[in-house]
């Protein structure tokens, strides 16, 4: 064999993967199509790199099977990447929800992983297109643009669909497929989501305005921020429900989560009844936003209000009922919910159950985390798993 593993992708997993499995003293061969290895890497956390969640567990993952991410997960949690973090003297710190970013650029995060691929012995090929893969004498022979290579052990860790300008692809399903594995229909996730034409033209002039939101369906609520744009919604709160919501459906948004608006209403018409509905809403919302919740309020004064009226602007705020049109698609999703049915990959060690020798890790398994790091812990724990196995 011209190597003991070769793994396709050189990103957070693949990266991860290498590391470890040059550590076993595995003769290890990276490849990737584009000219620099990590990009998703370096444009995560607006350049600063979320890089892990210090609360990431088993809840915060989405998958046709949620027990198995649970395997890996136990076995390299958020610490050990904090702890490899800290021995490369990269700083740190904390935003809100557990999100760790550093201090600095993620440029940083990724000269790491490359020291550790380096100091593992990986080798590593940049701009190589893998032409084919094929099933050889005791392993796997892979077919590039610069010369067609042999191994032991296949590791696909090449991605999803999403954000397809830096490069991503259908690479990865098309060879799960190729060898006999399922998928799960792969959708985008943490996306922006969009607006019918109805809304679209009204609520224009609220792009760029951003509050503190809890937005909810049937199956998941969250309170973050939310942002409109000027094709729809976006923000954390957005992106988070993104991965749970389904075309057709509504969602619900709550623009002031922690406060009653009709309580406070009624209680500013008894105290102030001279005071005008606007002036009473700008101590809570932005303005713009108030301008259009209150664009067919005719009178002026609280006290000439019924309370009709005050509940009918309370739902516009404490309980706004939208149904997106669709979402921005992969070209801004984050990451890709669904892929490799786990159903035929072992939850301990990645590894196909169907063609030995053949593993999954990464964004390209069925396996989609919360925003704020949790795909990244993915990453490192699948990488892990698979690097102690190959």
């Not at 290579?149 to 669909?161: F, H, P, Q, R, T």
């Amino acid at each position: 064999m011209d190597f003991d593993v070769i793994i396709i992708g050189a990103g957070a997993a693949g990266l991860m993967c290498g590391a470890i499995a040059g550590q076993k003293g595995r003769r290890v061969l990276l490849i990737d199509h584009a000219e620099k290895p990590g990009e998703k890497i370096r444009i995560s956390g607006g350049g600063r790199c979320n890089f892990t969640n210090i609360y990431s567990n088993p809840e915060n993952f989405i998958s046709d099977n949620s027990h198995f991410c649970k395997s890996a997960l136990s076995r390299y949690v958020p610490q050990d990447f904090i702890d490899l973090v800290e021995r490369y003297d990269i700083s740190w710190h904390e935003k809100t929800l557990g999100q760790l970013f550093c201090d600095g650029r993620s440029q940083q995060i990724i000269d790491m992983l490359i020291a550790q691929c380096e100091k593992s012995g990986n080798e590593l090929w940049l701009g190589t297109e893998v032409l084919d893969v094929r099933s050889g004498d005791n392993g796997f022979v892979v077919t590039t643009n610069r010369q067609s290579i042999s191994c032991e052990s296949l590791v696909i860790a090449c991605g999803g669909a999403s954000i397809p300008k830096m490069g991503a692809s259908r690479f990865g399903y098309k060879i799960a497929e190729q060898f006999g594995h399922g998928l799960i229909d792969p959708v985008p996730a943490l996306v922006p989501l969009t607006f019918t034409d109805e809304l679209k033209d009204p609520l224009k002039t609220l792009s760029g305005v951003s509050v503190s939101a809890r937005v909810h369906n049937e199956r998941a609520s969250f309170d973050e921020d939310l942002l409109f744009t000027h094709r729809g919604l976006s923000g954390p709160s957005i992106l988070q429900i993104s991965s749970y919501w389904k075309p057709g459906e509504a969602i619900t948004i709550n623009l002031a989560p922690d406060i009653d608006i009709l309580a406070r209403l009624k209680m500013a018409r008894t105290k102030h009844p001279r005071q005008h509905m606007k002036t009473c809403l700008g101590a809570i919302l932005p303005q713009r936003l108030v301008d259009y919740i209150c664009r067919d309020v005719k009178k002026e004064r609280l006290a000439d209000m019924s309370d009709k009226e005050l509940v009918n602007i309370t739902l516009q705020i404490n309980s706004w009922f939208v149904k997106p049109a669709g979402t921005e698609g992969f070209r801004t999703a984050e990451v890709t919910l669904g892929g490799v049915d786990t159903k035929t990959l072992s939850s301990k060690t990645m590894q196909s159950r169907i063609v030995p020798g053949l593993y999954f890790i990464g964004e390209v398994v069925d396996v989609t985390g919360h925003l704020g790091g949790h795909n990244f812990q993915w990453a490192w724990a699948s990488g892990y798993a698979a690097g102690q196995a190959v």
